[in-house]
């Protein structure tokens, strides 16, 4: 198949034909984070099953997209778009707050949203991995919008003398991994801890690449190395 089949055009119910488009590309979405997300999987879900999962049909589904790739490009991105919500919201919350509260404050909002359903955790971590080349990037230019978020907030803490001016870059690339490696072996019971003393980690973490050692409050930049 090259490519969707037209979607049926003017009011139907009551409904503009975008509203039902919408309302049937939610249904699928539900459907696969349900199938994708628990069992069976990714790999094992067909287009028919995704289908009968959102009580629709499979003309439907191929009005909507092309392939069940499709399908998990859009929920990864989902996914991903309400983590960032919950993210974006705990630094409006957070504004003015001292460093490691407004830290704190913005992992917790993290680690809520994503381990609040175990299957958004395995959509992120588990189910895109792999796939295909597209999904590969799509999944390394969403962790790159992390790391460009991360970046910004080292650097407003630089500039208001909370923490070290520096180049965040590579660190912040470096954290991004460690989060989403302990939050996955987390919510697959791999570490014993709560959440709350995952975070707490995560945390320090950052405060420790924020102020390393040797940097002081006020201070614009790392000591220097001794000759």
Request: aromatic letters at 8%; hydrophobic letters at 45%.
């Amino acid at each position: 198949m090259t490519g969707r089949l037209k979607a049926p055009t003017g009011r139907y119910g009551g409904k503009s034909a975008a509203q039902r488009q919408a309302e049937r590309r939610s249904r699928f979405l539900a459907a696969a984070l349900e199938l994708f997300g628990a069992d069976p999987g990714y790999r094992a879900t067909t287009v028919a099953a995704l289908s009968e999962a959102a009580g629709l049909s499979t003309r439907q589904f191929y009005e909507e997209f092309r392939t069940l790739e499709d399908v998990l490009a859009a929920l990864h991105l989902q996914v991903n778009d309400w983590a960032e919500e919950a993210v974006l919201t705990a630094f409006a919350e957070a504004e003015g707050r001292p460093l490691a509260e407004r830290v704190t404050a913005i992992f917790r909002a993290y680690a809520a949203n994503v381990t609040g359903d175990p299957r958004r955790i395995r959509i992120t971590f588990v189910e895109i991995i792999g796939v295909s080349p597209r999904l590969e990037e799509q999944r390394l230019a969403r962790r790159a919008r992390w790391v460009d978020l991360i970046c910004a907030e080292a650097e407003a803490a630089a500039a208001r003398g909370e923490a070290a001016r520096r180049d965040y870059r590579i660190a912040a690339t470096a954290f991004i991994g460690s989060v989403n490696g302990l939050l996955h072996d987390w919510s697959a019971g791999w570490v014993e801890a709560t959440l709350d003393e995952v975070v707490d980690e995560l945390v320090r973490q950052l405060l420790g690449i924020l102020r390393p050692a040797g940097w002081e409050p006020g201070r614009s930049a790392l000591p220097s190395a001794a000759p």
